[in-house]
C-alpha cells in the first residue's frame, strides 16, 4: 500500500494521501518522538485566536458508533432522518435525535465492495426528488481488478428506512489502477446534475498522468445527467458539460479537471458555489472553487507551486482559494468541508468550514469575490477528520473515523 500510514502511532490507517516519502515522513515522525503527531491545541501557531475558544465538538448522538464512517449526509424529504456511511459497505439511517438509541442498517453492500485504506462505499447522494422516486447514488471501490461504481438504488416503498441491494442499477465503472486516490464523493448541484470526485488513480505523483489527461476519468471532477440517457450510457451528458461533442477524444462527463485526490467537496446551498478539498502529495493541501472547464493544476502544480521543478507554465491553471503547507501544526491531508449556512453558528455564516483528516484542525475560510479575506483556526478534533456533513436543517457536524463519533459544531460562550 502506497499511501500515508499512522498505524504505528494510532493503530488506524490513514488514508487519502498518497505516496512513499510521506509514510517516510510518518514513520521518521513517529519514532523520533514518543507522542502522536497531532499536537495540542496549546502548540498551534496561528490558532490560539479569539476564534478557537469560541467553538465547540459535541457528540452529536452519544448512543451511536459507527464502523469507520466516512459521510453523513441527509435528504431533503421532510424526514429529518441522517445517514451515514460505514466504509466497509453499510448505509445506517436514523431521526436527528441526540438521545437516538439505535441506526438501523438502510443499505448493506459489505459483499460488493472492496475496503480498506482509501477503498470501500465513499459516497452518498439523494435525488433532488428522492422523496418521490426513492432514488439514491454511491459511489464505491469493487472487484479485482478493482473499480469504482457508481451505481443507483432505490428505497423499498414499503419502508422508507430499508434498501433491496438487488435495486442496484450500475451507471458508470472506472478502472483504478493503484488502491488509493478513488475520490470518493456524490453530490447533487442546484443544476440537477450528479458530480462525482474522481482521484487521479493513485500511487504517488500521479504517474499516469491522468489528472491532465482528458481522456481518461480519473483526476477530474464529473458532472452527469441522471434522469436521461444518451447512446450506450445509463446517464446523459448536460448540455453545457465542457467537452460535450469534442472532436479530440475527450470523456464528456468531465465537469472540471487537474485534481489529485478530491476526496470532498460540497455546494454551497445558498450560492450553489462548489468548494473542493483537494488532498495535496508532499507539501501543500488546497482548497479550490471548482468551475466549469477549468484545469486545476495538478501534476504540473501542488496547489500554487510547480510540482517537483522550479518552473512551470502556469498559464490557464485555477489556483486553489487557499493552501496550506504540510506540518505537524497543521496537517497532511485535507477533508473539504462546506460553506456554513447553520442559523445556530452566526459567527460561520457563509464561510467555508473544513478540516485535515491527520491533524484535526478545523479552519474556517472567510471569502470575498471569491478571494481569501482571512483563514482561522476555530476548533481541533481529537482524532482524524474523515468527512464533515450536515443535516436537513444545515446543522454542520465532523466525522470522528477512529472513535466511530459524530461531532456537532457548536458556537461556545
Ligand atoms: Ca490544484
Known sequence: MKHYSLAIAFGFLVWLSGCDNRAQQAETQNSATSTPAITTAATLPEAATDAAASYNLTVAYPNLTFEQPVEMTSPEDGTDRVFVIAQEGKIHVFPNKADVKDAP???????????????????????????????????????????????????????????????????????????????????FGNDGFLYIAVGDGGSGGDPQNNGQNRKQLLGKILRLDVNN?????????????????????????????????????????????????????????????????????????????CFEQGTCDKDNLKLPIHSYQQGSDTGRSITGGYVCRDKSLPGLEGKYVYGDYVSGNIWALTFNNNKKVNNQLITKMSGPVSSFGEDSKKGLYVLNYAEGKIYKLTAGK
Open 229 to 305: 440517457t444518451s447512446g450506450n450510457r445509463k446517464y446523459g451528458i448536460p448540455a453545457d458539460n465542457p467537452f460535450r461533442g469534442n472532436t479530440e477524444g475527450f470523456r464528456e462527463e468531465i465537469y472540471a479537471y487537474g485534481m489529485r485526490n478530491p476526496w470532498r467537496f460540497n455546494f454551497d446551498r445558498t450560492t450553489g458555489m462548489l468548494w473542493a478539498g483537494d488532498v495535496g502529495q508532499n507539501k501543500i493541501e488546497e482548497v479550490d472553487i471548482i468551475e466549469k472547464g477549468g484545469n486545476y493544476g495538478w501534476r504540473i502544480m501542488e496547489a500554487d507551486e
Open 105 to 187: 442498517v438502510f443499505l448493506d453492500i459489505t459483499s460488493k465492495v472492496v475496503s480498506g485504506g482509501e477503498r470501500g462505499l465513499l459516497g452518498l447522494a439523494f435525488h433532488p426528488d428522492f422523496k418521490t422516486n426513492g432514488y439514491f447514488y454511491v459511489n464505491y471501490t469493487r472487484g479485482n481488478p478493482l473499480e469504482t461504481a457508481i451505481s443507483r438504488f432505490k428505497v423499498n416503498p414499503a419502508n422508507p428506512n430499508k434498501v433491496d441491494a438487488a435495486t442496484e442499477e450500475v451507471l458508470l465503472t472506472y478502472r483504478q489502477p493503484y488502491s488509493n486516490h478513488n475520490g470518493g464523493k456524490v453530490a
